[in-house]
């Protein structure tokens, strides 16, 4: 619902501020990426799993290569209003755009008047070793998706964070939701991000993501390619299929998940010690030995 709500947002923006002919509004996505499961959002999907007998689809939506600045700038038009990125691409296998990616492309959005749309759902909340990812890169964007961490993982919440210039266009009756403002959902998340602070959780996940990261990095393993990744979320790019080794980690009681069908990806909770990681990787590297 939060990424809906954002494309919503930014097409009467493009509307209302910028001055797109009715119903010609773009946004512009990355190839790679993952946003959700509803119709609209599959529209803009390169998955093709998740499309198969799901059409017809939305239109306004256009793909790039995820991390090519040159391929965005091709594709805006006067009619685009939006560009939707994940700083990290979480199902498409943890990966990290090219060093000062982020920034060029929130540059070029402001170049072009074109809103720049941080899916940090997966990213967010201290994650990466930031509060958000785009934290890395100093940019701060026009509209921010998040979820999943906004409860702890305790509850179904997500939001869209921007400002009024933007959300404030919206009068009553334009938009909502079945569980939209959902108060037990608030006092969740308020209590959630109270605690991320207070224990000093962001700091946290970059201390021992370095750890962790560096741990993985030291495996000696022909099956290992790369591991990349920021913070406590991290992914291990094998040369073979990753299911069978994250089911091995599983009976070790190590939970992780494949994606991309040659990643395993690591994003435990923020509060795991460092004793903790070292247990983990003694199977770790168990089971990916050769």
Not at 75 to 80: D, K, L, S, Y
Not at 92 to 121: Q, S
Not at 234 to 263: D, Y
Request: charged fraction near 25%.
């Amino acid at each position: 619902e939060a990424v809906e709500t954002a494309i919503k947002a930014a097409r009467k923006w493009g509307y209302q501020v910028k001055g797109v002919a009715d119903n010609q509004a773009e946004i512009i996505a990355c190839n790679g990426n993952f946003a959700g499961r509803t119709t609209t959002i599959i529209s803009f999907s390169s998955e093709p799993q998740y499309k198969a007998d799901f059409g017809p689809f939305t239109p306004g939506f256009k793909l790039v290569d995820y991390g090519d600045v040159d391929a965005l700038a091709a594709a805006i038009t006067p009619n685009t209003v939006a560009f939707i990125v994940e700083p990290i691409q979480g199902e498409g296998g943890v990966v990290v755009p090219p060093e000062g990616y982020l920034k060029a492309a929130y540059e070029l959005c402001k170049e072009h008047n074109v809103l720049f749309i941080a899916d940090e759902i997966q990213t967010g909340f201290g994650r990466t070793g930031k509060l958000f990812a785009c934290e890395h890169e100093g940019v701060r964007p026009d509209m921010v998706t998040v979820g999943k961490a906004l409860s702890g993982g305790f509850y179904p919440v997500s939001a869209v964070l921007a400002d009024k210039a933007i959300l404030g266009l919206f009068k009553p009756g334009d938009h909502g939701s079945t569980f939209g403002g959902n108060p037990l959902g608030a006092a969740v998340a308020r209590r959630a991000l109270k605690v991320l602070v207070e224990e000093d959780l962001i700091a946290r996940s970059a201390t021992l993501g370095d750890y962790f990261k560096g741990r993985l990095e030291r495996i000696e393993s022909s099956r290992i390619k790369q591991v990349r990744g920021k913070g406590l979320f991290i992914g291990v790019v094998l040369h073979e299929s990753a299911r069978p080794f994250c089911e091995a980690l599983q009976q070790r009681g190590i939970l992780c998940k494949e994606t991309h069908e040659n990643v395993i990806r690591f994003a435990p909770p923020l509060v795991i010690t460092r004793e903790e990681i070292d247990w983990a990787m003694t199977h770790i590297e168990e089971v990916l030995q050769d």
